[in-house]
């Protein structure tokens, strides 16, 4: 391995936080600018475009190349301002540390936590600097606190001595074996401290003004002493994260070497690097070749995008930051819309998340934008670029759609001379998985590399939905089956079928309309909290209790991007200035108003000429078209759902034969069970009850995170995790909690045997679970009080196949109950047996079930019979008569045996 003494740091910010000034800081204390720029007065240093300098904010991401005693920094300064976000999560994919700045007049604002969790995603780790501590107001002591409360409890001061025992005590308590180190000599080693950073235990935090540079040399000291060069291998590899355009108009890859050196004129697949660039804002310096660590711009490649990994390095995942409005983009009546379409193309490399479409129908030229002021930048940049100018439309919310149940679609495309049949089998992820792709098509039905084709087709393109044409996500798309014809084949067709398959699929499914949601935090005067509460209401949202924070109130909570897009206007206004609301997008989920929706925006799914549903037959020597819904009646290939099914009924009956219950004779007896009128309304009031006092129990959904990875697999289509169901995850562990002293007091024949003998009625309860549990096979915990028990440690044994506890001193079974179900619940489904109705509260505050003591008898009793007839079942299977199972000459003689014995007998009941 070969170590290298570079790195790439990179500074992120709210915005006016003071980051460029920071950087400017920066390059002045470490000699790389003899006059310090100013963003008022328009020459920064890093502010390199006429564009930045009339705004003046950060635009695009910049770097400037600086020494650090041996080690040779590439300072990343990235944009500020929320609409231009996503350029700064780009740049994350190449930095090695993150000097997060916050300001120390604002706080923890809301898209400082958006970065946070950013920089978690990524791995990077983070030296902060609190600035503007030089304004009046500005409570280190305070700001710290709530570092660690809004960031990481691990935010710890490194302005103060570093051997100071405060210090040193936080930083062992921060890593268990640095701890233990601590408590033996006193100490916490430099090296123990850099290491603890690089792996985000610890987060270093200074403080300072970065306009009166006070603070600045002691920061670029704590950063140089505590960072660790990261090792590279000899094999090349990079990681493309930016595209640009020089002034010349040359096409610019930025990237990173992550291995190996990058050469001059080297090739880079089937393109040439012919200059490497080392910029240092707007100039530049040409080298011969960049050694791993390098951040360099190479010319000389046409194709490359932004995360795309080059060599050894993998492509990276795709960005959280996404915009979820859409614009009309309107040209000037004398543009050729068609030359435009090319040119904005041409932006939209550098500017990953326009997603610029033509839409053909409308003749129309749609883009999706960040906000306000990414669209007055982006106005600017076309007329710059290109000399025309254009307007945006009204904005539109981006939805997505996915799907609620499992189907097959199946596409067919057999024009005369052509030939292709692609099987997909479609099933829903995860909220924020995105598209999954993968194969468990054989070998032997479709050739490896005619699969690989079909893999392409569905990962080339975003793939609309039926309901109103948005790209489709949640979903992990499967290629099952397929067929190709010696002959008449060609790649073409495959992605013809391919397409039509997904759109077939689709018609089949019940989809599903999601929309953007923010979660959102919004600080507000305390006499306004009924307004906010109403409002967010109002706008179909959800929260969290209200905090108080001296005379303001704090509400979290969560709520569609359409209806709080103006919110902040809203709370100014009623608030008078002192109100803030502050959103992240936190993802996708179904929409609010879904109907209303899909009405409005009006897609017919069979009208799209570019998205056909159906497929392409050939008989007579002439191609023609199938219906999506009259498909099955012409394909080739039988469905493997349907076969999947099949092998599915099979083992039901063959389960049926062996004693155990069928489908339809395991829901007659479900049904049968418990008469569940009561206990429904007893859960209904028990929930409102809860409602009323708590809020909503709502299940907490997974963030926005979209990726596409490929899955594949080698066990072929009868792969059980293909059998056809309506959840893509695995069955959960189930769990029974049961109040042992609540049973015994609810039930009549426990509760007469308690009052001779306590102890009976414990080891008969125990032994009427353990006989359940061995039925059902759930984790069964069994706890008793032992609360008012002098000294009391608890004990936790098993009762053959059952848990027992027996709780400590000054702990009863509720208290070790709740404990149990908090710690136990996103593990597994859990049930509570108890008549207790406050417990009962409690558990379905924490998600879980409730069972009465009444249900529970019920269903124990159930079982109890259950498991007779099964072993009666059984008895009879196994009984054997000679007379009936003999056959032939031996059959016969027994037959005659038995008539004269029959003769016998009446003569001797005549003679009686």
Request: aromatic share 8%; charged share 30%.
């Amino acid at each position: 391995m070969e170590k290298t003494k570079k790195l790439a740091v990179g500074i992120l910010a709210h915005v006016d936080a003071g980051k460029t000034t920071l950087a400017e800081g920066i390059l002045y204390k470490t000699g790389q600018i003899r006059k310090v720029g100013r963003v008022d007065h328009k020459d920064a240093f890093l502010d390199t475009e006429e564009l930045e300098k009339a705004r003046g904010i950060t635009i695009f991401s910049k770097q400037a190349v600086l020494k650090l005693n041996e080690t040779e920094v590439t300072l990343l300064d990235t944009p500020g301002h929320v609409d231009f976000s996503a350029e700064m999560e780009r740049t994350l994919q190449v930095m090695d540390y993150a000097v997060l700045l916050i300001s120390g007049a604002d706080g923890v604002q809301g898209h400082v936590e958006t970065l946070w969790r950013l920089l978690a995603r990524y791995e990077i780790p983070v030296f902060l600097f609190i600035n503007k501590m030089d304004q009046p107001g500005t409570d280190a002591e305070k700001l710290l606190e709530e570092l660690q409360s809004r960031l990481s409890e691990h935010c710890l001061n490194f302005s103060q001595d570093l051997q100071n025992a405060e210090l040193l005590e936080e930083l062992a308590m921060c890593d268990e074996n640095v701890l233990e180190q601590y408590l033996e000599t006193g100490s916490v080693e430099e090296d123990q401290i850099r290491t603890m950073i690089a792996e985000r235990k610890v987060f270093p935090c200074c403080f300072g003004s970065a306009l009166k540079m006070e603070g600045v040399t002691e920061f670029l000291k704590i950063l140089d002493r505590f960072t660790k060069t990261p090792e590279y291998g000899g094999d090349f590899g990079a990681r493309v994260f930016k595209i640009s355009r020089d002034t010349a108009g040359n096409r610019l890859t930025h990237l990173k070497i992550t291995g190996g050196v990058l050469k001059v004129k080297q090739m880079l697949g089937e393109e040439k690097a012919d200059q490497i660039r080392i910029y240092s804002g707007a100039g530049y310096t040409m080298v011969q070749e960049a050694p791993a660590g390098t951040i360099c711009a190479v010319t000389g490649l046409n194709s490359t995008f932004s995360g795309q990994g080059i060599g050894n390095e993998t492509e990276a995942e795709k960005p959280v930051l996404e915009p979820v409005l859409t614009y009309r983009i309107e040209l000037p009546p004398d543009c050729d819309v068609h030359q435009m379409l090319g040119k904005l193309r041409q932006l939209e490399e550098e500017i990953p998340e326009l997603h610029i479409v033509w839409n053909e129908r409308l003749a129309e030229i749609h883009a999706q934008v960040m906000g306000e002021v990414q669209i007055e930048i982006l106005k600017s940049l076309i007329h710059e670029r290109f000399g025309e100018w254009v307007e945006f439309g009204a904005g539109n919310i981006v939805y997505k759609e996915t799907i609620r149940s499992t189907v097959e679609g199946v596409g067919h495309f057999e024009p005369l001379r052509h030939y292709a049949e692609v099987h997909l089998l479609l099933e829903p992820a995860e909220p924020g998985s995105g598209l999954q792709i993968g194969t468990v098509c054989s070998e032997d039905t479709l050739d490896r590399n005619w699969q690989r084709l079909i893999l392409t087709h569905l990962l080339e393109r975003k793939h609309p939905g039926v309901l109103t044409g948005s790209e489709i996500t949640d979903m992990k798309i499967t290629l099952v089956k397929g067929r190709a014809h010696i002959k008449h084949t060609e790649g073409g067709d495959f992605r013809q079928a391919t397409y039509r398959a997904v759109r077939q699929g689709l018609k089949k499914a019940e989809s599903v309309l999601l929309e953007p949601v923010y979660a959102f935090r919004l600080e507000i005067p305390s006499e306004s909290t009924g307004r906010a509460l109403n409002d967010i209401q109002r706008m179909y949202g959800s929260f969290e209790p209200p905090e108080m924070e001296g005379d303001m109130t704090v509400i979290t909570g969560t709520a569609p991007v359409v209806t709080m897009r103006d919110y902040q206007k809203e709370v100014t206004a009623y608030s008078r200035g002192r109100g803030r609301v502050f959103c992240t997008l936190k993802g996708y989920e179904p929409c609010h108003n879904a109907e209303e929706v899909i009405a409005s925006i009006g897609y017919d799914s069979e009208a799209d000429v570019e998205n056909p549903t159906g497929s392409v037959f050939c008989a007579h020597g002439a191609g023609f078209v199938v219906p999506w819904n009259e498909v099955e009646d012409h394909m080739h290939l039988e469905y493997t759902l349907e076969n999947l099914e099949e092998e599915s009924d099979s083992a039901e009956s063959a389960a049926d034969r062996s004693g155990g219950a069928s489908s339809v004779q395991k829901a007659k007896k479900a049904s049968d069970r418990v008469p569940m009128a009561a206990s429904l309304q007893e859960a209904k009031e028990l929930e409102e009850i809860f409602t009323r006092t708590y809020g909503k129990v709502e299940r907490k959904r997974a963030g926005f995170e979209r990726r596409t990875r490929p899955v594949t697999s080698s066990s072929g289509i009868g792969d059980p995790k293909y059998a056809k169901s309506n959840r893509s995850k695995e069955p959960q562990e189930e769990y029974l909690l049961v109040d042992g002293y609540n049973i015994i007091f609810a039930w009549d024949d426990l509760n007469e045997l308690a009052k001779y003998n306590i102890e009976s009625a414990r080891g008969k309860l125990m032994d009427i679970l353990s006989n359940y549990q061995g039925y059902k096979k759930m984790t069964l915990i069994l706890v008793f009080d032992a609360y008012k028990v002098k000294g009391n440690q608890g004990e936790v044994g098993m009762y053959h196949n059952i848990h027992v506890v027996y709780t400590k001193e000054a702990e009863t079974a509720d208290q070790y109950i709740e404990k149990t179900v908090h710690r136990i619940g996103h593990n597994g489904n859990v049930t509570v047996a108890s008549s207790d109705g406050l417990e009962q509260i409690i558990i379905m505050g924490a998600g879980a079930h409730r069972l009465s003591a009444r249900d529970l008898r019920t269903e124990i009793e159930h079982t109890n019979g259950q498991i007779r007839e099964n072993y009666l079942e059984k008895e009879q299977k196994t009984k054997s008569y000679l007379l009936e199972n003999a056959s032939g000459e031996l059959g016969d003689f027994l037959k005659e045996l038995e008539e004269e014995r029959k003769k016998e007998s009446k003569k001797s009941k005549g003679k009686a």
